[in-house]
């Protein structure tokens, strides 16, 4: 068997099916259309999650196994999409800059981590989305833009802040129950 090579899309293909009902994923084009990639990205995305054994297959419902998807978020993304830091930069809020762990953690004086966005209202530290698209798909989507910032906590962020969001998207993915939103 060949070894499945995951793209930085992908894992942003992947928290976005985390957001739909069981029974509710939408067509490949208004997936694509809300992350702002083609549905033929999405399609190939969703064959590679399939490979990797992170999305039951098509035959079944094509949507996230619940077990390998967090573990795959909490430990496996900052190894495999490590995050890239640039200078100070006007952009969206990130990491421990966005909610929820701006409501979370004391922030010091220090510029907070953003996406790089000429539509972005704060100055910060740039931080390199997974895909270039993120920040215009989570001013879609507030529940991507809560989960991939927390991700990006995990990514980027101290042992503090890194166990905080591993906590806070557990509780995101499995719903105010504890059970699986997906």
Known sequence: ?????LKPQDVLILV?????AHDRRPPYALIASDLGMSASEVNAGVRRLQQAKLVLPKHITEMPIRAAT???LIHGVK?????TRTTLVRGMPTSYGAEPLNQLIVQDS???PVWPDPKGAVNGLGLIPLYRSVPE?????DLLYARLALLDAIRSSGARERKIAEAELIKSLRGKNGESQF
């Open 137 to 141: 798909a989570c001013r879609k989507d």
């Open 70 to 72: 967090e573990e795959f």
């Open 16 to 20: 976005k099916l985390c957001g739909y």
């Open 1 to 5: 068997m060949d070894a499945v090579i």
């Open 110 to 112: 220090d510029p907070i």
């Open 79 to 83: 190894y495999s999409f490590p995050a």
